[in-house]
């Protein structure tokens, strides 16, 4: 299907989906144009498609392993896909995850809203915009946006809520070994897509929450098979319908809010004052990079 560019009409798209592994659209919203924005860290992982809600504002979608998912969670342009949504004038990310479950209680096909993240990639990922010549360092202690639970934009019964996700570089699943350490860790949920993205759309200043469908027990049930792509996929394909009407039922609350100018409470200019580097020790390519994300903080 062929879309408009972003046109004037469309001045700025303030909420955007991460579509993870299985969601590659959007589906009952009008898709009104497509971009695929340059940014100073590449492409994104694909085009990203705008569509436009009943109420009449913009909602970007974008498919993080790229649609037909070539993607390995470790080759994600992380920096690029955040870059480029902070570009249209994205304050709110609700990004998608297929994830295993560590507990019991967590089953397959549910809905689970992490509160924590335990980093174990590998150190491959570019995961800072913040580099060469201008250090800066984000508050992280609580990596997904408080803002979106306290306006109850994400509320009912319908997910388990502060739970920890633990990502892991891939793209193997773990070895059982791995999956009890993981348990023994305290993590409840694992996957191979929440970072740097979270650090990132932090670093942009931008509300980030994901949401994990749990897919599977991993391997950490001794006498029960481990984690396959088949199974994954089935439950995924399996929950689809539940992964759309969850979405149409919180994007009402994401428009209250950033219609509100709520979105941004609590992060907006934190990144000023989270740089470290001198003026005068700033590198003038690193700054002219950091413009395109946050115009005006680091100029002199
Ligand atoms: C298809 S199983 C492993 C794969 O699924 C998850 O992807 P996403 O987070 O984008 O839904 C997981 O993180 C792995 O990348
Ligand atoms: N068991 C698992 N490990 C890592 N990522 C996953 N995504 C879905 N299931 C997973």
């Known amino acids: 299907m062929k879309f408009p560019r972003l046109d004037e009409n469309i001045k700025v798209v303030k909420i955007a989906i991460i579509g993870g592994s299985g969601l590659y659209n959007l589906e009952g919203l009008e898709l009104v144009a497509e971009v695929n924005p340059d940014t100073p860290w590449g492409k994104p992982s694909d085009a990203i498609t705008i569509a436009k809600t009943a109420s009449g504002l ?50 397959p096909r549910d809905f689970v ?16 915009f913040f580099e060469e010549g201008l250090v800066a360092h984000a508050m992280f202690a609580d990596p997904f946006s408080a803002v979106l639970e306290k306006r109850g934009v994400i ?7 502060q739970k920890t996700l633990i990502c892991m570089e891939g793209p193997q699943f773990s070895t059982r070994a791995e999956s009890h350490m993981y348990r023994s860790f305290g993590a409840d949920l694992i996957n191979m897509s929440v970072l740097p993205e979270a650090k990132l759309a932090r670093e942009a200043e931008i509300a980030y929450q994901m949401i994990c469908m749990s897919t599977d027990y991993d391997c950490w049930k001794e006498h029960e098979v481990a984690v ?67 115009p005006g903080y680091y100029t002199v």
């Open 58 to 107: 913009y909602v970007a979608f974008l498919a993080r392993h790229g649609r037909g998912h070539y993607l390995t969670p470790s080759e994600v342009p992380a920096r690029a896909n955040i870059a480029a949504l902070k570009s249209l004038g994205v304050e709110v990310i609700i990004a998608y995850s297929a994830v295993g479950s560590l507990r019991e209680e967590l089953k």
């Open 113 to 128: 809203l992490p509160s924590q993240i335990i980093d174990r990639t590998k150190g491959i990922r570019h995961s800072t």
């Open 155 to 161: 509320e009912g019964g319908d997910f388990h809520r």
């Open 228 to 294: 396959t792509v088949e199974a994954v996929v089935a439950n995924l394909k399996a929950n689809s319908d539940n992964a759309q009407r969850l979405l149409a039922a919180i994007l009402p609350g994401l428009e209250q809010v950033v219609k509100n100018g709520q979105a941004l409470e609590g992060l907006k200019g934190s990144m000023r004052f989270a740089c470290m580097t001198a003026p005068e020790k700033r590198s003038a390519e690193a700054v002219k990079k950091l413009e395109f994300l946050l």
